[in-house]
């Protein structure tokens, strides 16, 4: 009887100091963070909701812990208000140490009310040690201060070393800056923007995310495809940098695109593009069944069709992308342009029968090039040509069939890139326009 008054005694006067120090949030961004920490805050209020109903005082104890180092990464937040990797990583050694994931990865990802016996879960080893055994350490309610001292100053420690551990992703930093700035303007997507961009550790795991949305199915559940993308991106480091340099090429080349936020969740042919990497490398790996399924769902989505055996360079834009069709023997450069309705077919039903497409290279809309043909380095394809030869590098090939400009015994030089120009216009032979 003595243990419990005790123990609902400490739990009213506890309970009275949370009701006076309600979470504070970040003015840098993290209110937008605010339906993960509520949701850890009301966890930790149920938790010692039930610990005033039980007769041990264990998880009562528990429960203030869970309290205190929720109190301890609120303050770290705050006094780093201006250091955003910081917070970021403050809440993510929280929040995993408590078995959550904010991220919300997938449709089916949400995880169930957090236990505070769960804390050891988490990735920050180092906070395991006062949550191993509670009650076998002779934890005294009166001591909660100093053990405070030592999880805040654990979890600062756990910040330092990640902040020298983790290699910082500018580009990821500003997809993030990005979209808050777009929920900010338009609250109507802010959940959309949170679940989408903001909730995830990384570019590559917001791409699986959203590239799993897009192409389950009832019989292809978006937690499978999850999991899968995850899995090869984070094995293949080429990946990685080739989404990376898509969406740089993206931005720079498309007045279309406003934004890196935009390319990502927008723009279906750099989807399209990333899928097909992820085809690619399965069809490497010898699983065809998958790859080739990837590929049928891409084309039944993006209404985009790439062979899973394919070979693409990286910092490619796939403009509007609709009708695109890439054969299985095709090899298409680094730093390629290509629109829409573009096909690069073969000829024959064996061996190498598809064309090869050189860095820096236009490909105007509605072209059709078949053939194991060579385009060189920097050659620019009118729109709606009908390529069936080799163009020379640097050379501008246009009309059906298909001739170089200026002859082709000295056709005309191209001085600059036209992928990057992207200027489709036809000089030195007519007012024609791509």
């Not at 180092?69 to 201006?82: G, P």
Request: glycine letters at 6%; one cysteine or more.
């Amino acid at each position: 009887m003595e243990s419990l008054a005790f123990t609902t005694l400490a739990a009213t006067s506890f309970s009275s100091r949370i009701s006076n120090s309600q979470p504070k949030f970040c003015p840098e961004g993290c209110v937008k963070c605010s339906p993960v920490s509520l949701s850890l805050w009301s966890s930790f209020l149920s938790s010692l909701k039930r610990s005033e109903c039980s007769s041990s005082s264990t998880s009562f104890r528990e429960s203030l812990l869970y309290g205190e180092q929720f109190k301890a990464v609120e303050k770290v937040c705050t006094v780093r208000t201006n250091r955003r990797i910081s917070m970021r990583s403050a809440r993510v050694a929280f929040v995993d140490q408590c078995g959550s994931d904010n991220s919300r990865d997938s449709n089916a990802h949400m995880t169930n009310e957090q236990d505070p016996k769960r804390l050891t879960n988490g990735h920050a080893t180092s906070i395991q040690a006062p949550m191993e055994d509670v009650s076998a350490r002779g934890m005294e309610l009166n001591g909660i201060s100093s053990n405070r001292v030592t999880t805040s100053s654990v979890v600062e420690k756990t910040i330092v070393t990640e902040k020298k551990n983790v290699d910082v992703d500018e580009l990821w930093l500003e997809i993030i800056a990005e979209a808050r700035l777009e929920s900010e303007k338009e609250p109507a997507l802010a959940s959309y923007f949170y679940s989408s961009v903001i909730s995830h550790k990384s570019l590559e795991r917001a791409l699986a995310f959203h590239l799993s949305n897009k192409l389950s199915n009832p019989t292809l559940l978006s937690t499978q495809l999850f999991g899968l993308i995850v899995d090869i991106f984070n094995s293949d480091v080429a990946i990685r940098r080739a989404i990376r340099e898509d969406l740089r090429a993206v931005r720079v080349k498309d007045p279309a695109c406003s934004s890196y936020c935009h390319c990502l969740l927008y723009f279906k042919g750099f989807l399209a593009c990333q899928a097909y990497r992820v085809s690619h490398w399965l069809w490497n790996n010898d699983r065809p069944s998958l790859a080739f399924l990837m590929q049928s769902r891409v084309s039944e989505v993006f209404h985009v069709d790439i062979h899973p055996a394919a070979t693409i360079g990286s910092g490619v834009l796939f403009d509007h992308a609709t009708g695109l069709v890439v054969g299985e023997t095709a090899i298409i450069g680094s730093n390629v342009s290509i629109l829409h309705n573009v096909t690069l077919g073969g000829t024959g039903l064996l061996g190498d029968r598809h064309p090869k497409i050189g860095d820096g290279v236009l490909i105007g809309a509605g072209a059709i090039l078949l053939g194991n043909i060579v385009i060189g380095e920097g050659a620019k394809i009118g729109s709606g040509s009908l390529v069936l030869i080799d163009v020379p590098p640097h050379t501008t090939a246009v009309g059906n069939p298909a001739r170089l400009i200026g002859g082709k015994q000295s056709p005309t030089k191209l001085k600059d890139i036209p992928s990057e120009t992207m200027d489709h216009t036809i000089k030195g032979w007519s007012d024609y326009v791509i």
